[in-house]
């Protein structure tokens, strides 16, 4: 480009610099700044100085602190308890531990509820851990005698464990590089036994670990994994956890973006040109489900959670309705081009067929009555296409080989056994094998992140759709023993084939029943 005025851009930029008056520091969220916070904005009610720490979370996303920090807030405001203040771990990258340091750690919760805000700071936060660089290790927080309940949101893939037995994946090598390394551990797993060796070894109570991640029976599968590992460094340890430590099973649910750079910039005009470099960003709808246990906790019965005997069926229900429809819509939506959730579900043809599969293949293998399932899958379809909420496709399609087992296949395998068809399973399944080669085109909207991706992406490197779909589904680790497994082949091929020559648009209409294609709203 030609330089107009005939200096050079680094002259050009010290000159622009010095003739600017400097501007002036903006103003950063801090618990010094609470108090004149515009009054729309909804505070602590507590100062969170005023907290002591009760409560370790490992995986200190915006999930996290959109729904189990928020909903600690209003059970802390609820009854003045002061005890729950959370040590929050982020499990790999620095960025929103270092932004919560920098603000006392209070952040901004904006819940999008139809063109509205409702914007609150939370205070719930009374320490922010980065694992790979904490000098004190993980572990030893763990075992601090204060620390009462673990809370772990890392996603199913941080379980280590294989999607078909539920068991420590011992080929995971992370799990290899934590049994050698018992004071550096990387997983949540090796964190967990650690901490636990620790507490045992002082004669200690042993805090209740309660996950909060979207995987079947979360708190008998992350037993499982740490019963595991620790049996194989010292049987009677494992023995000691199987006999002493709770792990009750939850299912949780909010739809959360991070936050976006529109996000920050709305936190800065709610919060009155106050600075957040950590606000989230989330849909006003929340549940937490939670299976009860012996121990103190929050009152977070007050501020929105249930506490019950089993989670089961509201377990498989979120799973397949919600989670599951959440990957048939960001496969097959990233191959239509759309990069949101919001955006395929708005789609008619692509939500027609969210609904189809709700209704006809995931929920009559639910114990839900008919009228609840339809309520259920009208609401869902709203909390998609909430337009406000940007979730992004490689956010929701990645890890696809460990949540296909509990979202999709179980489902498909109880279908099968009744003599139900599964078109929308196996085209799902098929949007999900062939993303592993659209996703190079240069347009693509969707990355494969995926922790099986280097064996996976070979398999789809071949022209035949049918030997491509055959190749995929026996993968066991990922489907387990298929039942009629010719006949899926013969779907799924049937459906990449679909996908790869005609488009998505033909490929969803081919398998859209007519009775529902009227009842696309
Ligand atoms: C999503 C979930 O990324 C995903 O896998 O399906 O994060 C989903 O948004 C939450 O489970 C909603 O509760």
């Not at 509820?113 to 763990?142: M, W």
Request: charged share 20%; aromatic share 6%.
């Amino acid at each position: 480009m030609r330089n107009v005025f005939n200096i050079s851009p680094a002259r050009y930029i010290e000159f622009t610099a010095t003739d600017l008056p400097p501007a002036p520091p903006v103003p950063r969220l801090s618990e010094a700044v609470l108090g004149r916070l515009p009054s729309g904005v909804t505070r602590p009610g507590f100062a969170p100085r005023s907290l002591t720490k009760g409560i370790l979370h490992l995986g200190c996303g915006s999930f996290h602190r959109a729904h189990q920090a928020l909903v600690t807030q209003h059970a802390i405001d609820a009854v003045s308890d002061p005890r729950w203040g959370i040590v929050s771990v982020a499990m790999a990258r620095p960025m929103v531990v270092d932004a919560l340091r920098s603000q006392d750690n209070l952040y901004t919760t904006l819940l999008h509820d139809d063109g509205q805000a409702r914007v609150e700071v939370v205070g719930t936060i009374v320490e922010g851990v980065h694992a790979p660089s904490d000098r004190l290790g993980v572990p030893s927080r763990i075992a601090d005698p204060g620390i009462k309940i673990v809370t772990l949101t890392v996603t199913a893939s941080g379980y280590c464990v294989s999607p078909v037995t539920g068991r420590l994946d011992l080929d995971c090598d992370q799990v290899r590089h934590d049994l050698r390394h018992p004071r550096r551990p990387v997983t949540p797993i090796g964190m967990l036994v650690y901490g636990l060796a620790e507490v045992r070894r002082r004669g200690g109570t042993p805090p209740v670990v309660l996950s909060c991640d979207n995987l079947c029976a979360n708190g008998r599968t992350l037993r499982a994994a740490v019963i595991d590992f620790a049996a194989l460094r010292d049987g009677g340890l494992a023995d000691w956890i199987a006999r002493n430590v709770q792990f009750p099973n939850s299912v949780v649910d909010r739809i959360v973006q991070p936050a976006t750079p529109a996000d920050q910039a709305a936190a800065r005009n709610w919060l009155g040109g106050i600075e957040d470099q950590a606000p989230v960003s989330a849909e006003p709808f929340m549940t937490w489900t939670i299976e009860d246990f012996d121990g103190d906790r929050p009152r977070w019965d007050l501020a929105g959670a249930h506490f019950v005997n089993d989670v089961t069926d509201h377990e498989l229900a979120k799973l397949r309705l919600l989670n599951g429809t959440h990957m048939l819509l960001a496969y097959l939506g990233a191959l239509a081009g759309y990069r949101t959730v919001a955006a395929a579900a708005a789609d008619p043809t692509l939500g027609a067929l969210a609904r189809q599969f709700m209704l006809c293949e995931q929920g009559p293998t639910l114990s839900l009555p008919p009228a609840e399932l339809r309520r259920t899958v009208d609401e869902l379809m709203i909390r998609f296409r909430n337009p406000a909420i940007c979730h992004d496709m490689t956010r929701v399609g990645r890890n696809g080989s460990d949540k296909m087992m509990p979202r999709v296949v179980a489902a498909l395998r109880d279908n099968v056994a009744a003599g139900r068809p599964t078109p929308a399973a196996a085209l799902l399944i098929a949007a999900w094998i062939r993303w592993f080669t659209a996703a190079r085109a240069a347009d693509a909207v969707m990355e494969v992140i995926d922790p099986r991706a280097n064996s996976l992406t070979p398999l789809a490197d071949v022209a035949d759709s049918h030997l491509c779909a055959q190749r995929f589904l026996q993968r066991t680790d990922i489907f387990g023993t298929l039942p009629e497994p010719d006949r899926l082949q013969r779907q799924v091929g049937d459906a990449l084939a679909d996908l790869t020559h005609e488009g998505v648009d033909v490929a969803v209409r081919r398998r859209l029943t007519s009775v529902l294609e009227g009842s696309v709203r």
